[in-house]
């Protein structure tokens, strides 16, 4: 069958010191798909202060909210840094409105310039877990509870993160 090149939407480039993983190819077309292609594109894909959390506003097109949201949360198996952003406009798809259309039309600004990212995994790579954390005490403005809400008890982690 050959090396592998393309599987899933997930474009596989083979580097001298191991595998580059992309999706330009699916970028490009959500791209596309909203028009944004030849958007001038923004740095980060969230605002420092973003007014996410605002429920006001005229309501958008669900259907197509939801589209593109479920189309960039896909995007995120390459993109980590996407991560947060697509998770936070997740939260919305039963009530949104035209702040949060504006949230993803930031993201698809960044995706615009960032098209070329991936994650490039080496054949050195170490095999140690490595975690972060950031507690976040009172990250939701509006109820003041912790976004990320981490376990801290070891006890309660599945078997396979155990050391």
């Given at each position: 069958m050959g090396d592998l090149h393309f599987f899933l939407g997930i474009e596989v480039i083979r580097c001298p010191d191991g595998l580059f993983h992309s999706q330009h190819k699916y970028a490009m077309d959500i791209l596309k798909r909203t028009?944004?292609?030849?958007?001038?594109?923004?740095?980060?894909?969230?605002?420092?202060?973003?007014?996410?959390?605002?429920?006001?506003?005229?309501?958008?097109?669900?259907?197509?909210?939801?589209?593109i949201v479920g189309a960039l949360q896909y995007l995120t198996l390459t993109r980590p840094e996407l991560a947060h952003a697509i998770n936070l406009l997740c939260q919305y798809m039963q009530h949104h409105c035209a702040t949060h259309w504006t949230g993803v039309k930031r993201v698809l600004r960044y995706l615009a310039g960032t098209t070329q990212l991936g994650l490039h995994i080496t054949a050195k790579s170490s095999l140690n877990l490595v975690g972060f954390s950031d507690a976040d005490w009172g990250g939701c403005p509006i109820t003041r509870r912790s976004t990320t809400a981490l376990k801290q008890n070891?006890?309660?982690?599945?078997?396979w993160l155990r050391s």
């Amino acid at each position: 069958m050959g090396d592998l090149h393309f599987f899933l939407g997930i474009e596989v480039i083979r580097c001298p010191d191991g595998l580059f993983h992309s999706q330009h190819k699916y970028a490009m077309d959500i791209l596309k798909r909203t028009k944004m292609t030849c958007s001038r594109y923004i740095h980060t894909p969230l605002a420092t202060k973003h007014e996410l959390h605002d429920t006001g506003g005229p309501p958008v097109d669900a259907s197509e909210f939801r589209s593109i949201v479920g189309a960039l949360q896909y995007l995120t198996l390459t993109r980590p840094e996407l991560a947060h952003a697509i998770n936070l406009l997740c939260q919305y798809m039963q009530h949104h409105c035209a702040t949060h259309w504006t949230g993803v039309k930031r993201v698809l600004r960044y995706l615009a310039g960032t098209t070329q990212l991936g994650l490039h995994i080496t054949a050195k790579s170490s095999l140690n877990l490595v975690g972060f954390s950031d507690a976040d005490w009172g990250g939701c403005p509006i109820t003041r509870r912790s976004t990320t809400a981490l376990k801290q008890n070891i006890g309660h982690w599945p078997l396979w993160l155990r050391s």
